[in-house]
Structure formats: structure tokens, C-alpha cells
């Protein structure tokens, strides 16, 4: 090998490293190292429907770390895979729909100006630090989730350039069809219940010089029904009277045949009735109560007779009830020719039903 030649070539390649080095030097000075953005202290993207292929609403909540630059919008970037709508799909409300704790309505956000592939932006006002923003957008024509799987995005709030100011990720996974709902079933059987206070109205010794009334505590039918038609209550007694078999003598109704009529003892009057009001109804009843005519017993010593051998309608109502009350009250009067006895008796027999 020539020697002469290798100290040559050695030289040429020294001198081409230098030429190269002077080269690379002459341009470092120029380099401009690329800005890189903060760090968003929360990030959240809630979608409320995570059903495949499911066209969702959803909330998209912020916290900055610290002053990097002045907010001008906000860029939410959904997963690949998700079907994003135009930008006008993506209308803005600021009502709390379960936000987080703390957070509060994102300052001058405001429909959608961008969607580019996945990246949607929003425009902003300039956002207080350590202060968590949230913004709905409120039409599920914006965003189509993805097949069942795990997916991730970005929120990045931004300059007016734009430039990146701070950034945070978020995930989500989407399930199957309906697997994101829960149908909850029950029954409610129908219900009726109807009780009277006593078992006995004693009437005590009856006076031409007074009308005789049942003594407090009156009679009552308390009634409760689920039943949405309304129920009935329904009266009837074994004798159409005051009967005493020692007598042989009854102190009738004011019955002509099976029927009865409305009206109001007086003293030395013969006559027995049953008079009844609708007094109370608890909270949640639906129903308006009603008092048959031929029973209305608003005033004192006033009602009508228990005539016939069938059930006649006492009271009912249009609705539910939740204890409805219904008083009652049996009126009696004598005059100067009434047998004596010791064992007038009646037996009224009340029942109730629902319409469902």
C-alpha cells in the first residue's frame, strides 16, 4: 500500500468531519425548542349512554393547574371508533346534571366551531386556576359511541393562536347493547280495607222532649283503597226500625216500601234514621268523597231509613283512598203513644268495596 496515499486520504476525511461540524454549529443557534403544555389537574368526560352504538349526551369537566397562557377554546378529542356529528350537533348547556362536587359552569363556552376526525373545539373564556369547569353537550346527534371495548381521549384547553395551554386524559369503556340498563319490575296487588270504629251505638232512654243521637265517639268506616275507579260503602239493618219484640212495636224509617227519604227528627216525632258526612281524607287521595242523598246527615237529627232488605249505597268516591272517613250517626224520636220496652234493637250491617 502506498503510505503517501492513506496520510492523503486520512487528511480529506479529517477535514470533511470539520467542514461538517462548522456546519452543524452555524445552524444550532436557529433551533427553536417546540412549547410543551401543562398538565390539567382533573379531567372528565362522562358519556350518558356507554351502550354501543349508542347516540349519547354527555358532560366534559376541567381543573388548570396554573397560569400557562390566556384560554380561547377547548378541544375534546373522543376515541377513535366513536362517530362524532357536525359542529352545530354540538349545542352547550351549563346545568348541573350531577357534576361533580365544587365544580361550576364553564366560562364562555358556548357550540362547537371545529370538528376535525376526532377533535372537537369549543370556544372559551379565559378559566381561573384550580377551579373545576364543567359543560354539557346536550344532543345525542353529536356522538355515536364506539363498539364494545376501552377507549381513551384528551381534553386540551387552548390560545386564541391555537396553541396547547394545558392538557389531561380521560377513559371510557362501552358495553354491549342495553348493557348499560337496568329494568327494575314490581307488582302492586289492588287493596281495600274498610273498618268501623264500634260495634255498638247505644242510644240510651229515649224522650219526647229530645231528639236521641248517637253518642260520641260517632260511628266510622275508615276506608283505603288503591283502587283508581273509586269504592262504595254500603248499608243495611235487620228490622227498618227500632225493633222490640217484647213490644211487638217497632219505631220505624221513613221508608215507603224499600225506600227510603232524607229528613230531620223532631221531638215527639216518631222516627229513626241514619245520617251520615265524609269528615277526613289523608294526603294522596285521588278521590272526591260523596254522601248519598237519602243519607246526608249535615244537620242535627237529620238522615234517612235503612229500607230495604238488599244494600243501599251509603257513600262512595270518584278516586283512591288513603283513610277516607265516612261518620255516622243514628237518630231517634218518640212520641206520647211510643210502646215502652227495655230491648229496642237494630243491626246495621256495613260493607265496602273498590272499583277497580
Known amino acids: 500500500m502506498n503510505i503517501q496515499k492513506?496520510?492523503?486520504t486520512k487528511a480529506r476525511i479529517a477535514g470533511l468531519a470539520f467542514g461538517i461540524t462548522l456546519a452543524m454549529q452555524a445552524f444550532v443557534p436557529f433551533l427553536v425548542p417546540s412549547a410543551s403544555a401543562g398538565t390539567l389537574l382533573n379531567t372528565l368526560v362522562r358519556f350518558d349512554r356507554l351502550a354501543q352504538s349508542q347516540q349519547t349526551t354527555g358532560t366534559v369537566c376541567a381543573k388548570t393547574s396554573a397560569v400557562n397562557g390566556t384560554e380561547a377554546s377547548v378541544k375534546v378529542t373522543f376515541p377513535t371508533g366513536f362517530t362524532l356529528g357536525t359542529a352545530?350537533?354540538?349545542?352547550?348547556?351549563?346545568?348541573?346534571t350531577g357534576w361533580p362536587t365544587g365544580a361550576t359552569a364553564w366560562l364562555g363556552i358556548n357550540t362547537a366551531t371545529n370538528v376535525t376526525s376526532q377533535d372537537v373545539t369549543f370556544p372559551s373564556s379565559d378559566l381561573a386556576t384550580s377551579t373545576l369547569y364543567c359543560f354539557n353537550w346536550a344532543n345525542t346527534a353529536a356522538v355515536q359511541t364506539g363498539t364494545a371495548g376501552s377507549y381513551s381521549g384528551s381534553v386540551t384547553t387552548q390560545t386564541s393562536t391555537p396553541t396547547a395551554i394545558d392538557s389531561g386524559s380521560y377513559a371510557v369503556t362501552t358495553v354491549g347493547a342495553g348493557a348499560d340498563q337496568v329494568t327494575?319490575?314490581?307488582t302492586v296487588n289492588p287493596t281495600y280495607s274498610m273498618t268501623l270504629n264500634t260495634a255498638t251505638d247505644h242510644l240510651?232512654?229515649?224522650t219526647t222532649?229530645?231528639?236521641?243521637?248517637?253518642?260520641?265517639?260517632?260511628?266510622t268506616a275508615t276506608v283505603s283503597t288503591n283502587a283508581a275507579n273509586g269504592w262504595y260503602l254500603w248499608g243495611k239493618d235487620s228490622s227498618h226500625g227500632?225493633?222490640?219484640s217484647t213490644a211487638s212495636y217497632t219505631i220505624g224509617s221513613n221508608c215507603s216500601g224499600n225506600t227510603g227519604s232524607n229528613s230531620t227528627l223532631s221531638n215527639g216525632a216518631e222516627g229513626y234514621n241514619l245520617g251520615a258526612v265524609a269528615t277526613a281524607q289523608g294526603s294522596g287521595s285521588a278521590g272526591t268523597t260523596s254522601i248519598a242523598a237519602v243519607f246526608n246527615g249535615s244537620s242535627a237529627g237529620q238522615g234517612g231509613g235503612l229500607c230495604s232488605t238488599a244494600y243501599q249505597t251509603v257513600a262512595s268516591s270518584t278516586g283512591t283512598a288513603n283513610q277516607a272517613i265516612v261518620t255516622m250517626k243514628n237518630n231517634a224520636a218518640i212520641s206520647g203513644v211510643t210502646k215502652p220496652a227495655t230491648d229496642y234493637q237494630d243491626l246495621e250491617t256495613f260493607?265496602?268495596?273498590?272499583l277497580f
Open 209 to 219: 222532649g229530645s231528639v236521641s243521637t248517637s253518642p260520641s265517639p260517632f260511628i
Open 204 to 206: 240510651g232512654v229515649l
Open 242 to 244: 227500632l225493633n222490640s
Open 6 to 8: 492513506l496520510h492523503l
Open 351 to 354: 260493607v265496602g268495596a273498590g
Open 184 to 186: 327494575v319490575d314490581a
Open 88 to 96: 352545530a350537533n354540538f349545542t352547550i348547556d351549563t346545568t348541573n
